[in-house]
């Protein structure tokens, strides 16, 4: 499929879909746009960094994200993250703010929420890759069936978890996964994505973080230090 080894953890759930046609499909049309020249981000060996720094059995928390950023050195394989140094995007800003609102807790000034991804939260982009400067380029790729397989892995999980869904697209995604539904055992919070363009419309006071951890705590599975 790509380059980047599924980690150990993952491997099960995702071998079926890895040996399909899109996912073949996918691995060659990388290939080949790199091999033309094309930028694409995250660079090769962090494109499943997502899935290595949260395995399987010890996720909590699913956050969703449509694909990576598509400036230089923003992606590096975590929805909504950038490495430390990298500027704030705007979303991760109207982020820390809610968190900031949520649980009183300081606005960061590192994007890298890789401390999150190492307790349990799943920071999975719809598309693991995006050519530079064109968002949502990567978009039905082939990267969906991958990350669909994914998100159900923990979905048919037997441990209750939290996912967040921020915008439709992500609550598109989920909607996808029957576990997720009115009468799935996980926790489902829903709100209008964290971007400048709808924020306002419900992101802010939607108070995830602290919703999260009340649910995790609730089921014997320890909170977030976010």
Known sequence: MTQDGIPPSWQAVLEPVLHSQSARKLGGWLRQEEDNGKHIYPPRGQRLAALD???LNTVKVVILGQ????GPGQAHGLAFSVPDGIALPPSLRNIYKELADDIGRAP???GDLSHWAKQGVLLLNNALTVEAGLAGS???MGWEDITDAAVAAVAQGAAPSVFILWGSHAQ???ARIPELGPQGRHCVIRS????PLSAHR???GSKPFSRANAFLNEHGRGAIDW
């Open 108 to 110: 960061p000034t590192s």
């Open 202 to 204: 419900g992101f802010f």
């Open 67 to 70: 694909d990576p950023y598509h």
């Open 138 to 140: 990567h978009q039905k």
């Open 53 to 55: 720094l949260t395995p």
């Open 192 to 195: 209008p994505h964290p971007s």
């Open 172 to 174: 598109g995604k989920a």
